[in-house]
Antibody, heavy 125, light 108 residues
Framework: QVQLVQSGPEVKKPGASMKVSCRAS????????IAWVRQAPGQGLEWMGW????????NYGQNVQGRVTMTTDTSTATVYMELKSLRSDDTAVYFC??????????????????WGQGTMVTVSS | SYVLTQPPSVSVAPGETAMINCGGN??????VHWYRQRPGQAPVLVIY???DRPSEIPERFSGSNSGNTATLTISRVEAGDEADYFC???????????FGGGTKLTVL
């Protein structure tokens, strides 16, 4: 079936880096962009960025710009998200999500129709 | 940047109808998507393109969007509908999604 499977939980110290993977299966990998969304404990959803699995082009959010790198490996249908210089407020569950594109009067509007199970990342000294 | 406003909480008795609003400037001109997130789980898309439902979502879930308010309506609410609900639109200028702050639906 169509699914995204993420790597396991991580515990990191401040200043360290983390890299979370998101492996897709059950569909044509390069037809859909993948977004990363995180959720701090008890908080809402925060978009971090997206990557085109077809071209590798990216768009990062200002909240993580300069610290985040998203890459794609079409041979394994896997997307990676690396976040550097970790801080305590990076503690969150990190989700990857498949972006399904819809077109409307304003251009396009992507909805996230498939989500990974989430990866808990704890940043603590 | 574009802002979406949701009420923090909505409460409803079983069998009644829950309406969750999502406010934004002229949101009626944008496509709105809705997600349900149960505790400890990933979000699930329940409404896309204002009012369309994925095949696995029951007909009890519906959406509307006009003016400055989009609404997710859940009819004949069940205990299993208790969850956080998030609205989302696309910011075309920045080419990225915008999420509402989320609404916790409590089934009394």
């Amino acid at each position: 079936q169509v699914q995204l499977v993420q790597s396991g939980p991580e515990v990191k110290k401040p200043g360290a880096s983390m890299k979370v993977s998101c492996r897709a299966s059950g569909y044509n990998f390069v037809r859909y962009n993948i977004a990363w969304v995180r959720q701090a404990p008890g908080q809402g959803l925060e978009w971090m960025g997206w990557i085109s699995t077809y071209t590798g082009s990216t768009n990062y959010g200002q909240n993580v710009q300069g610290r985040v790198t998203m890459t794609t490996d079409t041979s394994t249908a896997t997307v990676y998200m690396e976040l550097k210089s970790l801080r305590s407020d990076d503690t969150a569950v990190y989700f990857c999500a498949r972006a399904r594109r819809y077109y409307d009067s304003s251009g396009h509007s992507d909805a996230f129709d498939i989500w990974g199970q989430g990866t808990m990342v704890t940043v603590s000294s | 940047s574009y802002v979406l406003t949701q009420p923090p909480s909505v409460s409803v008795a079983p069998g009644e109808t829950a309406m969750i609003n999502c406010g934004g400037n002229n949101i009626g001109s944008r496509s709105v998507h809705w997600y349900r997130q149960r505790p400890g789980q990933a979000p699930v898309l329940v409404i896309y393109y204002d009012r369309d439902r994925p095949s696995e979502i029951p007909e009890r879930f519906s959406g509307s969007n006009s003016g400055n308010t989009a609404t997710l309506t859940i009819s004949r609410v069940e205990a299993g509908d208790e969850a956080d609900y998030f609205c989302q639109v696309w910011d075309t200028s920045g080419d990225h999604p915008v999420f509402g702050g989320g609404t916790k639906l409590t089934v009394l």
